[in-house]
């Protein structure tokens, strides 16, 4: 693959979250597609702004948890009935009720590591580079106290100097052209 | 916040909207429809008014559940803190402050069902050597009933339910006045009055707890004298979080359809609720799970004929749909986390809530009697289960709202007030 040069994109660095919003949702309405919110903490807004509107992790922690709760009730109806089956106090080989509370934990069990990794994997994690980085604003604020708002050179309403002055149309306190 | 998008001001008007007076006079007329329907059902079922009087137990005890779940919802958000319990801490003071109607309710129970005898077997045999002598009562129930005659007997019945409510009556009182002394009070004696708010609420759950689990055993669990579980109090407390966390959801989506909940019911807090109401799901069915597997596993003659009475004879069919309206269908519907922000597919989850809610109470209650011990049979009496409750319910609904209107809707000494107010993705 050939080394990837030129800009990756024009980063617009806020002081608060309700300006990185207001430029977020102004950007999707200006036909701006391919961009992405940073943010310290989850801005659920920041996210439904640029048309993100449901993720899989949910999907992939439901279907963990299923496969946890048959997988175990079918380890423990073959354990008992078919291959080591004990007579306990005169009660039925299939008895359900005992067979619950293992089947539960593993449907918890399988449920937190695959939302867990499922999160990590459809974050496009872990990631051993990213541009953003080569930006110092974005270094020092994005874990702390910044809000950044990157509109991708790579979409086809880009344009280095038309989207630079509609990013600042909504008072950053600064735009940077990212290198990759 | 410095930048004022998407900020929102104080409605002015705080007060409940006009049509809390409408809701009002329909739930009075399903109440007066349905009691007479009880009425006349109690006159064509010929039992002398015994499932009149069973089904009047039941919608008390919903009635209970309401008025008092509140109570300690109320109590358990003033320690908790938290915006979802600033936006219901004025309808649940609504809730609490039907106690009277409450207390009217439970005579009925406490004059027939336990002095005259007709619901409670311990009150009716009191005489128990006589009772197996005549063959009315097995050994194991005049075992029961002369070993357990310390706590099971009608003064102490009427001395501890009383008491019970002295002391719940006392809180709601307080409750409700320093809440409008607060709002009355602002500024620098914030801290003063949330001081004081979590000192009156730490100790009265716990007061609570201990009160309720004893009351359960009173007016439920002794049904059965026979048997006992020490779990028993514990889910009727967590079945209240469950069927008051329900109706107060109920309630927020329907006052929102006017200032001032229309402003501040934001979608954060309801989806905080749905929340809550699904950890109560979880929490309600481990309980009542649990007892059943740790019974289930015992097979102790003296702990297994409860579950025997109410699985056998048909009574599967109702633990089973008590199993789905309960816990399967509220848990799979509340797991998506888009449905919990969708008024109304929340409000329909919640009316299930409460539904299950009395669907269980009818299988507590029910199957302690002889004649449907083991043998679930239609008779015009199982009609009262019915109808009594919703007339109770309707009848305790229309004083609730009657009591919201007093107040303005949201109380205003808060600092979480000022984030009601601001845009919804301004905090962590």
Redesign the interface.
Known sequence: MPEREGTYGLLAEFDTPSQLVRAAENAYAAGYRRMDCYTPYPVEEAAEAIGFHKNEVSLVCLIGGMLGVTAMFSLETWISVWSYPLNIAGRPYFSWPAFVVPAYEWTILFAGLSAAFGMLALNGLPQVYHPLFNAPNFRNGATSDKFFLCVEANDPKFEPAETRSFLEGFAPVSVVEVEY | ???G??AKTLPKDLNAPAFVDVWRTRALTVGVVFLVIAIILGFLSGDAWNHFLRAWLHGYMMCFNFCFGAMVLLMVQYLSGGKWGLIIRRPLEAMTRTWPLVLLLFLPVGIFGASFGKLYIWAKYADWAKALKNGLITNEQAHAIHFKHGILNVTSFWVYSLLTFAILALYVTLLNKWSLKRDADPEPNVPYWRTKFENLSGFGTLLYAILLFGVAIYWVMSLDPTWYSTVYGFQFLVAEGYGVLALSILTLIGLSRAEPMKTMFRGTEQHDMGKLCFAFTMLNMYLA?AS??II??G?SPEEIPWYLDRIRGNWGVIATLDVIFHWLIPFTLL????LKRIKKRLAVVCCIMIFARAWDLWWLIEPNFPDARRNLHFSVGMLEYATLPVALVAFWLAYFFTQLKQRPLIATNDPHLVELLE????H?
């Open positions: 916040m410095a930048n998008y998407h799970f059943f597997l289930w596993s097979n797991l998506s986390s888009g845009p919804e993705h301004a962590a």
